[in-house]
């Protein structure tokens, strides 16, 4: 099944590169009424599904696959402008649009200046979010295709950022920093993600070197934003896993957003090596709310509920694997069972304040209070043995039975944690700078009741059984955060821009008061295809709970913030190729880190050694490629290369007091190579059917078991390898040859997606079951991920009437 299967995907990639030919070609120029260039303005075809954005000298080029089309300008901040053309018979046009200011849109004030396009940040294509075949449906997965992010576990939302881990990574909505569950062990409990794909407007992702603004994390930022829609837009979306519902509706003075999603995986659950009655059961709903009392002022309200409950009675468990060449085969029967609570209640309020049009005020507070509850009671009676059981030995005696031998999992543990939090943001232009500067103050308590432990027994053993594991601990803490920062972009020249800032902040805890400055260059030469960049900076990250907690349960409440010098350097380059536009990205990077928590990492858990400390560096580069090597279509391919090393600090002291290193290890991350495509395709004889494809490999990592040194961490987890594949027919497509009546009358989009997960079959691995024999024999019992599945998937987005706000 494997090798057909490889045909066909690479068939699929070859037959992508067929290009259709565009039959008008439209290019131009964008400015405001004073005749001044504009940036980033979004050129859009309508009903073709075809956009662009002007550089920043304001020009523009777009293709139109008919004659008769209408040609959209939006622009944050100005009145939108629509053009139409009709039976046109040039091939080519040249279209120069000037816009209106409007004055009564808070979110579209002209702050960010159009001559300052500085970020280390992507931009995210939200169109590709829907398309991508994920078997995990949550919008963080699709960053597992962009450079410098690792993973190795489709089943859930975690993600690392060259060399860090999940804990490092930023996560904003409406510049309200998100928090994220602790007590997850692993993909089958994790449900929804906080991200409701069906209400982003845009998204921005950022792999290191993010400006001051962002908060107080050593790795990486994402940026997401729920906007003001501009027509009325209802959606529904049905899979064998999960389901949703969103509506977007503007009026004259305001806008609603509203989404339901629930997820039920246990058609990709029944299929685990681990066989049991699976019960996933997930559900949210977000809302947001904006009223514009006047042009100067609004009120923006967002609340969220997220509930989770994953339920398991496992009944047996058979996995091969083999170990130094000799095959071997667990058989384990189960009783009991594990049931796991989790609850996350969110609710904020934003309101901004423009006095003048060159200036926003904004002030967010927010409460978000999570609880999350597992218990798990779960004995295993497993017979271990390989294939040469019952065979000769040399000596003529008889190889004896395989090991029998009993293990159990216990768990009753509770935690609750709420997070309030106060902002003041205000960003305003003063000719060629663009001025940023905020406070803000984070109270969070957690309240942390913890018992758990494990042991393996062997009946061959004579020693009685090892207990491992053992946590009890009853943890209440508070913490709070105060930050300030203060940043500059400012256009040196016409090529060159320039971003300075620094943010400063206080943690109770550690009692520190820290600061870390940041610089972002700029060049662009003539031509506007080519940009370098360069960036430096200090990124420190004050202790929170979960850093502090220790693996035994216990606090270590005299941790002091972890500590990065970044530095790296970009080059992106935009050309014509393959009768497209290409755009070519490289960076890279160098990370030194004087103070950091160990830590080790078990399945999706990680397991901080909070009373030790290490310092590590990590470099690599990063490399990518992407554009519409089919019409409307983009597709982009990118390559990681990372290396990850950490030193740890003695628990000793040499004579002279000074500190004793043990030498450099590899991070729990150290991900040498990560490759990623995502390739989509249509049929040139109906373009109303597509084919998308996302194939990603990671190499292997380091491991071992919890209660190991991390010196003796000389395992690894096999590098991780995947092809998921979906293909589309979208009924009301621009390009299909017929269009049923019905459909067309009351929808404006009608897709139907099938997807097969895991193409390839392969069993990849996400961590392991560590036991011994009678005789002392460790062994890595792989625990894989999910097998081939398959999915079907209909999206139908309503007709919408378009209102007229102001």
């Given at each position: ?447 942390d009741r913890l018992e758990e432990f494990n042991y393996v027994d062997s009946t061959n053993s004579t020693v009685q059984p ?245 010196y003796l961490d000389n395992f690894y987890i096999p590098a991780y390898k995947r092809v998921d594949i979906g293909f589309s ?74 209102n007229i706000g102001r």
């Amino acid at each position: 099944m494997r090798n057909p299967a490889l045909f066909l995907f690479f068939s699929i990639l070859s037959f992508g590169l067929a290009k259709a030919q565009s039959v008008v070609n439209i290019s131009g120029s964008v400015s405001d009424s004073s005749g001044h260039q504009l940036s980033q303005v979004t050129v859009t075809i309508l009903g073709q599904f075809s956009s662009t954005v002007t550089t920043n000298e304001g020009n523009y080029f777009i293709r139109s696959n008919k004659k008769d089309f209408s040609l959209k300008f939006t622009l944050l901040g100005y009145n939108p402008q629509t053009i139409n053309f009709s039976n046109n018979g040039s091939s080519n046009l040249v279209v120069n649009v000037s816009l209106s200011v409007n004055i009564g849109e808070l979110e579209q004030v002209n702050i960010t200046d159009k001559k300052n396009q500085l970020s280390n940040a992507s931009t995210i294509n939200i169109g590709d979010v829907g398309a991508v075949p994920l078997v995990s449906g949550n919008f963080e997965s699709i960053l597992k295709t962009l450079p410098g992010v690792s993973t190795n576990n489709e089943l859930s939302a975690q993600y690392s950022v060259r060399g860090g881990n999940f804990d490092e990574n930023l996560i904003y909505l409406n510049d309200i920093e998100i928090n994220h569950p602790i007590l997850v062990r692993n993909g089958q409990q994790e449900g929804l993600s906080f991200i409701n794909s069906d209400l982003v407007s845009k998204a921005k992702f950022s792999a290191g070197g993010f400006e001051s603004k962002y908060g107080d994390k050593l790795s990486s930022v994402l940026d997401i934003k729920y906007e003001k829609p501009d027509s009325n837009h209802f959606v529904v979306g049905l899979s064998l896993l999960n389901s949703a519902v969103s509506s977007k509706m503007r009026f004259k003075h305001s806008f609603l957003l509203a989404g339901l999603r629930y997820k039920n995986n246990s058609s990709v659950l029944l299929r685990h090596d681990e066989k049991g009655n699976y019960k996933p059961n997930f559900g949210d709903g977000q809302f947001l709310y904006q009223y514009d009392f006047s042009p100067k002022f609004n009120l923006n309200l967002f609340t969220t509920l997220n509930l989770g409950r994953f339920q398991l009675n496992p009944i047996s468990k058979v996995t091969q694997f083999s170990t130094l060449g000799t095959k071997f085969r667990l058989d384990v029967d189960y009783d009991g069972k594990e049931i796991d609570d989790y609850r996350t209640f969110g609710t904020a309020l934003t309101a901004t304040y423009s006095p003048q049009s060159n200036l926003v005020i904004k002030f967010i507070n927010s409460f978000f209070k999570t609880v999350e509850r597992e218990n798990y009671n779960i004995l295993g009676s497993y017979y271990l043995n390989d294939d040469e059981v019952g065979t000769p030995f040399i000596n003529g005696s008889i190889k004896p039975l395989g090991d029998r031998g009993i293990y159990f999992d216990f768990g009753n543990n509770n935690l609750s944690t709420s997070v309030l939090s106060s902002d003041i943001k205000v960003d305003q232009n003063f000719g060629s700078h663009v001025f940023s500067w905020g406070l803000g103050a984070q109270t969070s308590n957690s309240n942390d009741r913890l018992e758990e432990f494990n042991y393996v027994d062997s009946t061959n053993s004579t020693v009685q059984p090892n207990y491992q594991g053992v946590v009890n601990a009853n943890n209440n803490l508070t913490i709070t955060n105060l930050n300030t920062y203060i940043q500059d972009s400012y256009t040196l020249s016409n090529f060159t821009d320039l971003q300075l800032g620094v943010r400063a902040s206080f943690n109770s805890l550690s009692q520190q008061f820290l600061i870390s400055p940041r610089l972002l260059l700029a060049y662009r030469p003539s031509g506007d295809n080519k940009i370098l960049r360069f960036s430096a900076g200090v990124y420190q990250q004050p202790p929170s709970y979960r850093t502090i907690r220790n693996i035994d349960g216990m606090l270590n409440l005299r941790q002091k913030a972890q500590r990065s010098y970044n530095t790296s350097v970009g080059y992106e380059y935009a050309f014509d190729a393959l009768g497209t536009r290409l755009k070519f990205v490289s960076e890279s990077y160098f990370k030194y880190s004087d103070y950091l928590i160990p830590y080790k990492i078990d399945n999706l858990q990680i397991k901080y050694l909070a009373n030790r400390t290490s310092k590590g560096f990590a470099y690599g580069t990063d490399f990518s490629i992407g554009g519409e090597f089919v019409k409307d279509m983009v597709s982009y391919f990118r390559l990681s290369l990372m290396h990850a090393n950490e030193n740890l600090r003695s628990e000793s002291t040499s004579q002279s007091g000074k500190p004793i290193y043990l030498g450099y290890i590899k991070r729990p991350t150290d991900q040498r190579v990560n490759f990623s495509v995502f390739f989509q395709d249509k049929l040139l004889s109906n373009p109303s059917y597509k084919v998308h494809v996302n194939a990603v490999y990671g190499s292997r990592l380091p491991i071992g078991p919890l209660q190991n040194s991390k010196y003796l961490d000389n395992f690894y987890i096999p590098a991780y390898k995947r092809v998921d594949i979906g293909f589309s027919k979208d009924f009301l497509d621009e390009a299909s040859k017929k269009k049923p009546k019905f459909l067309s009358k009351n929808f404006s989009s009608v897709i139907l997606f099938c997807e097969i997960f895991n193409l390839l079959n392969i069993d990849n691995t996400v961590s392991y079951l560590w036991l011994k024999d009678g005789r002392g024999t460790q062994y890595a019992v792989p625990n894989f991920l999910t097998d081939r599945q398959i999915n079907v998937k209909l999206i139908v987005k309503f007709k919408g009437r378009r209102n007229i706000g102001r």
